[in-house]
Nanobody, 122 residues
Framework: QVQLVESGGGLVQTGGSLRLSCTAS????????MGWYRQAPGRQRELVAV???????NYADSVKGRFTIARDNAKNMVYLQMNSLKPEDTAVYYC????????????????WGQGTQVTVSS
């Protein structure tokens, strides 16, 4: 069974920084794209940033220039460095793996972590 575990959330003031980490554990061969999503109260879950196994990245317009996603394939980890945080960044942040190859020709799709709370005070 593949699991994603996030860490690094917390409370920070406007303009501050946080670094989220996500570790993939279990038995698998590789993971395709990994990403970070967030969900604020009363709102739908939205994409924040995604990174492919090759290192290509994509960001939501609202975080471009402030957030950076990175990945360490050897450690099965993905990170989200968040700078210049704003109150509107407050949300539960979820790690996602879009496709995990548990065996050759045996993928498991759309795995989520349990989420970590990020709160930005004004």
């Amino acid at each position: 069974q593949v699991q994603l575990v996030e860490s690094g959330g917390g409370l920070v003031q406007t303009g501050g920084s946080l670094r989220l980490s996500c570790t993939a554990s279990g038995r698998f061969i590789s993971i395709n794209a990994m990403g970070w999503y967030r969900q604020a109260p009363g709102r739908q879950r939205e994409l924040v940033a995604v990174i492919t196994s090759g290192g290509s990245t994509n960001y939501a317009d609202s975080v471009k220039g402030r957030f950076t996603i990175a990945r360490d394939n050897a450690k099965n980890m993905v990170y989200l460095q968040m700078n210049s945080l704003k109150p509107e960044d407050t949300a539960v942040y979820y790690c996602n793996a879009d496709r995990v190859w548990v065996r050759l020709r045996e993928p498991v799709d759309n795995i989520w972590g349990q989420g970590t709370q990020v709160t930005v005070s004004s």
